[in-house]
């Protein structure tokens, strides 16, 4: 089976021959997609008879009004915080060296 968008296969997976899949080069490509480049190849799919990429494409497509799932607030560290003065490890609890 090939994939439905560049017809490779994928490396090390081989799909039942009536699954239709996407190889990861795509769902890259597809991810990073500007939605209205994803709107207008899902209009052409399904224009062209392709309902297996339509299908596709509208799983990368978002609804209107929604963004992605990123915080609102960034994180940010304080790298000037008071450090521990100890060592991490418990000196005492190691066991002791052999010597032969």
Known sequence: MHCLFCSKQEKNYKPDPHV???CGSCVVLLADADQDDLKR??????????PGKARAIESFLMPEGKHANRPTKSVKRNLNRER??????DKKRLPEPVTT
């Open 41 to 50: 190849a899902h209009a052409k799919a399904v224009l062209k008879g392709y």
């Open 84 to 89: 521990i003065a100890r060592p991490i490890r």
């Open 20 to 22: 239709e899949f996407i």
